[in-house]
T-cell receptor, first 111, second 114 residues
Framework: DAKTTQPPSMDCAEGRAANLPCNHS???????VYWYRQIHSQGPQYIIH???NNETNEMASLIITEDRKSSTLILPHATLRDTAVYYC????????????FGTGTRLQVTL | EPEVTQTPSHQVTQMGQEVILRCVPI?????FYWYRQILGQKVEFLVS????????KSEIFDDQFSVERPDGSNFTLKIRSTKLEDSAMYFC????????????FGQGTRLTVV
């Protein structure tokens, strides 16, 4: 699976959009980009995933560049409850969805 | 909303003892996983399980570890002879299929080996 690079930490004011970048320059054609988050020491929580098109769900939007070498997770109106570690993971399709977590981005949402 | 349930939430055991961590995956899911997270470190993949056999395992998942789906609902992780370095949060996850899909994680079992 391709390696990802994320900033270690970011701050965001409550109510503003949080834009979390991720580089995955070695991504291959069959690899998806996944975003998960972990609040305190709870179990990771799925946010969104995509292959090459931009995706949106009730939690977030995922913007993937045309060359697929980077992506951005957008939380449109961050709240204090969005304070968490956000993981960008690249994973190939296969028999089972093994996820390789990195160190992620610690997002701090402030008043 | 469906959820993955893990028990116990916290287990303390003496070094050398066997422990069994239990998980109830989401009912229509077919793929099951164990991950662990040592305090302050990354979440690490241990093993994936499908069709009553291990699909993939990491280097961490040595002979001291085993997994089982003893009935139609439970999925267990056994550590035969615990070591101090096995102290970690253990997360169970399940997916409805392999490949590109959402993984649902449980809230974890904190294992403390003393």
């Amino acid at each position: 699976d391709a390696k990802t690079t994320q900033p270690p930490s970011m701050d965001c004011a409550e109510g503003r959009a949080a834009n979390l970048p991720c580089n995955h320059s070695t991504i291959s054609g069959n690899e998806y980009v996944y975003w998960y988050r972990q609040i305190h020491s709870q179990g990771p929580q799925y946010i969104i995933h995509g292959l090459k098109n931009n995706e949106t769900n009730e939690m977030a939007s995922l913007i993937i560049t045309e060359d697929r070498k980077s992506s951005t997770l957008i939380l449109p109106h961050a709240t204090l409850r969005d304070t968490a570690v956000y993981y960008c993971i690249v994973s190939s399709t296969g028999t089972a969805s093994k996820l390789t977590f990195g160190t992620g981005t610690r997002l701090q949402v402030t008043l | 909303e469906p959820e993955v349930t893990q028990t116990p939430s916290h287990q303390v055991t003496q070094m050398g003892q066997e422990v069994i961590l239990r998980c109830v995956p989401i009912s229509n899911h077919l793929y099951f996983y164990w991950y662990r997270q040592i305090l302050g470190q990354k979440v690490e993949f241990l093993v994936s399980f499908y069709n009553n056999e291990i699909s993939e395992k990491s280097e961490i998942f040595d002979d001291q570890f085993s997994v089982e789906r003893p009935d139609g609902s439970n999925f267990t992780l056994k550590i035969r002879s615990t070591k101090l370095e096995d102290s970690a949060m253990y997360f169970c996850a399940s997916t409805v299929r392999g490949g590109d899909t959402e993984a649902f994680f449980g809230q974890g079992t904190r294992l403390t080996v003393v």
